[in-house]
């Protein structure tokens, strides 16, 4: 592309006319609506140049310079145009002299673009004005037959006529006009015209006679004889130029005896082959040999009447799908099949019968046998499989026989995690299925959800909760029809054991019993409730004073949180007055497992204690009586060292033995204690002996009323 310099604008070719983009010598003086940078519109009520079409009309737009305003803008005073140098045969614009922008608009509406430009490429290489025979008729080079092609002249001066092709038929078999005696000559088609040339009807009463009767996919048949010679006549079987086979026309036949009754076993049959059958067109055609009456061959062969005929045969694939297997979810078919023609059979496996809903699952070749990988299964139904055979060469499909359902085991897994923790911990039970349509759980809370379970699959988890001892756990699934699969795993729960305290120990009320202790005591575990108890009193030469055996408990006695309070008295046995002991708690849990056995010291008061006991005279006591108590209280050879009387009517105590008392007045339910203590027994330390009384009215008094 040539520039050319005027003053100080450059343009490009044409493409710089039509979208009037002016280039200064610096770039950037390019105004955006096109308007040359050195005239600047001063009138508001004209618009700004926005392309050269603009600038052409009239009165649409005026510039002005520095010293105010010019003429209405032109193109020959502002505007300096380049040549259009045409790369074609012609030139749109006189090739000497510059155009105006009139002229070239004029002379560019009778020139065509070149294909795939457009008016932007106008003074570039990449432009040319048409062929001077654009739009005319034109023609192709001939085919082999001598046809030619139609079409116009293109801009660039090409033919869009194409070369037509031969006639359909060109090299298919033909056969002539018959004779008198119906022979046909054979041939080709070549350009429309068969090239079988009609046989002399001179050859008549020499030539064999004969039909080609029927052709179907499995065989075809007629009748041949040659008057000349009295054996048999031999058949050429052709396809076009290609002998496909020969048999002798000798056979029984129905067709023949119509015509000739006298030549009843001059029938033929040829097997179609297996090649054949591909569903294409094949044009079969039979002869039958000329032979002499010595049976040499004379020329040339006769094609039999209604010969020939079109063969268009698919031999279908055979074969059955004979099983379907589940193995890991996943679906393996087997069959065979099998193709006339020889070749390796395409299989496809459909879950379902195709058109029918069936679902492509798997493609393979037989080979005759067939065992192909199927897709997953998990939905936990039956599913039945059905085999489709592509046939060689037609590819059209066909269903083998036999269909093979299958339902896969369900698969079942289930893992506890952590699988041991320490009791009153708890696990997660995590599990995943696949073709199970339901699942029963054991135990069935609190870590099971059923919802889980979608579509035959599920994958989840839940938690066991705080767990006391070893638990199994156990997922059961089943297909469609029954067939189950299990995931199994259990969580061992480490014995931790448990605690006993001993809080207290006391002394029992020796006056009743003698020495013993009130043992307080605690139990603590910390997920298991107590299952029994045993507390043992030893004595300073480690023998044992006390034992109470393995006591049960129920979970009732000792209750959650497991941290109770209970009460054994050690009370009997071998305890004595005033010794040292030592006392040893055990507990056991729900598990039987037992506590570290703990111990406590406690020594026994010393003794005898008395056995207190009083009685009183009268029995009945009433009020207003002296009544007499007495200390009857065993003393275990020892003297009494404190005595104390409270009759419970709010009058003094007192300390002698026996004591008269006197109840003033009547009452019930009044408490008399009497409380002593023995010089072997600790100071302090006293027994007690309490009756309840009632107090009676006073017994009458009589005197003797003398009468006056």
């Known amino acids: 592309m040539k520039n050319q310099r005027i003053g100080t604008i450059y343009r490009a070719g044409l493409a710089s006319l039509f979208f009037f983009a002016l280039l200064l010598t610096a770039p950037s003086a390019i105004l955006a609506t096109g308007v040359p940078a050195e005239y600047t519109c001063d009138k508001p009520s004209k618009p700004l140049c926005s392309g050269l079409a603009d600038c052409i009309s009239p009165n649409l737009w005026e510039c002005g310079t520095a010293g105010g305003e010019t003429d209405t803008c032109t193109t020959s005073n502002r505007l300096q145009l380049v040549n259009l140098q045409s790369t074609g045969t012609g030139s749109c614009c006189n090739p000497t002299n510059n155009c105006n922008l009139i002229e070239q608009a004029t002379r560019l509406s009778s020139y065509i673009c070149k294909a795939g430009f457009s008016p932007a490429d106008m003074g570039s290489n990449n432009w040319a004005c048409c062929d001077s025979a654009y739009g005319n008729s034109c023609s192709s080079s001939p085919n082999v037959c001598g046809t030619r092609g139609s079409g116009t002249i293109t801009c660039d001066g090409n033919c869009t006529a194409t070369i037509p092709p031969p006639p359909a038929n060109q090299g298919n078999a033909c056969q002539s006009a018959p004779n008198v005696c119906g022979m046909r000559g054979a041939g080709t088609w070549y350009c429309g015209t068969c090239s079988g040339v009609k046989p002399s009807d001179s050859l008549c009463g020499a030539n064999p006679l004969g039909s080609h009767d029927a052709l179907s996919c499995t065989s ?106 589940c193995s890991a979810n996943n679906i ?272 026994t008061l010393a003794g005898p204690w008395v056995v207190p006991s009083f009685s009183h005279t009268p029995s009945k006591i009433a009020a207003q009586e002296v009544i007499t108590f007495n200390d009857t209280s065993e003393y275990n050879g020892y003297a009494p060292a404190e005595l104390e009387w409270n009759f419970g009517d709010g009058s003094p105590t007192e300390s002698i033995n026996p004591v008269e008392h006197t109840f003033e007045s009547v009452a019930t339910d009044l408490v008399v204690t009497m409380k002593t203590r023995s010089d072997a027994m600790p100071l302090g330390s006293y027994c007690n002996a309490t009756e309840m009384i009632t107090i009676t009215k006073p017994v009458p008094q009589y005197r003797e009323v003398i009468p006056q």
């Open 220 to 325: 075809t048949f007629g009748w041949a004889f040659d008057d000349d010679y009295a054996g048999a006549t031999n058949v050429l079987i052709y396809e076009g130029a290609s002998l496909l086979g020969t048999v002798t026309a000798n056979e029984p036949s129905a067709w023949i005896l119509p015509v000739h009754p006298t030549r009843p076993n001059a029938g033929w049959t040829w097997t179609i082959p297996a090649n054949l059958k591909d569903g294409q067109n094949h044009t079969i055609s039979v002869y039958a040999v000329n032979v002499d009456s010595s049976g040499t061959q004379m020329n040339p062969n006769i094609i039999l009447v209604n010969s020939p005929h079109v063969l268009n045969c698919i031999e279908e694939p055979t074969g059955s799908i004979t099983s379907a297997v």
């Open 332 to 603: 393996t078919a087997s069959g065979d099949a099998s193709d006339p023609q020889p070749a390796n059979v395409p299989i496809r496996i459909y879950d379902g019968q195709f058109g029918l809903g069936g679902v492509l699952a798997g493609n393979g070749i037989a080979t005759p046998a067939f065992s192909i990988p199927s897709s997953q299964v998990t939905d936990g139904q039956t599913h039945t499989y059905y085999a489709y055979a592509q046939d060689n060469p037609s590819n059209a499909w066909y269903q083998l026989t036999g269909s093979a359902p299958v339902t896969c085991d369900p698969i079942v897994s289930l893992v506890a995690n952590p699988a041991t923790i320490d009791a009153g911990e708890s696990s997660t039970i995590s599990w995943t299925t696949s073709n199970a349509t339901s699942c029963v759980a054991s135990p069935t809370t609190p870590w099971y959800n059923p919802a889980s379970l979608v579509n035959g699959v599920a994958n989840s988890s839940g938690g066991t909760g705080a767990l006391l001892a070893s638990t199994p756990y156990s997922l059961t699934c089943q297909n469609a029809i029954g067939t189950q699969g299990v995931g199994s795993d259990s969580v061992v729960v480490n014995a931790v054991p448990p605690t006993g305290t001993i809080q207290s120990i006391t002394d029992t009320d020796y006056c009743t019993g003698g020495p013993g202790m009130d043992v307080g005591w605690s139990y603590s575990s910390p997920a298991s409730p107590i299952s029994a108890i045993r507390i043992e009193v030893i004595d300073g030469l480690g023998g044992t004073a006390y034992d109470s055996g393995i006591t049960a408990k129920s979970p009732a006695d000792i209750t959650l949180p497991y941290n109770e309070s209970g009460e054994v008295v050690a009370q009997g046995g071998s305890i004595a007055f005033g010794t040292a002991y030592t006392t040893r708690l055990t507990v056991w849990d729900a598990n039987n497992t037992p506590s570290t056995p703990v111990t406590a010291p406690h020594s």
